[in-house]
Nanobody, 127 residues
């Protein structure tokens, strides 16, 4: 059973640069796409960034140039480097995985495409 566990959230001042991690319990990087999504109060869940097993990445417009997604297959860990945070970046960040790569399905932001989810880690940005 694949399990994903996020860590690294917390309270951050605007402009801060936390790093989120997602530990995957099973080797999942060979044929997969893994990503970060976020839920904010009063808003729909949204895709933040994804990376697939070929190293292709995609980012939401709101975070391009500020966030970087990466993965370490030897550590079975997915990362999200976050920079220049604003209060609009606050929310619960969840990592998720699907079996289809970005090459096979370039569309990546549909939450229902992802069959495995972590519990989430809260990021609260204060001005």
């Amino acid at each position: 059973q694949v399990r994903l566990a996020e860590s690294g959230g917390g309270s951050v001042l605007a402009g801060g640069s936390p790093r989120l991690s997602c530990s995957v319990s099973k080797f999942f990087f060979s044929t997969s796409c893994m990503g970060w999504f976020r839920h904010a109060p009063g808003k729909d869940g949204e895709g933040v960034a994804v990376i697939d097993s070929d190293g292709r990445t995609a980012y939401a417009e709101a975070v391009k140039g500020r966030f970087t997604i990466s993965q370490d297959s030897s550590e079975r860990t997915l990362y999200l480097e976050m920079n220049s945070l604003t209060v609009d970046d606050s929310g619960t960040y969840l990592c998720a995985a699907r079996l289809v790569t970005l090459n096979d399905r370039p569309s990546w932001e549909k939450l229902s495409d992802y069959g495995w989810w972590g519990q989430g880690t809260q990021v609260t940005v204060s001005a």
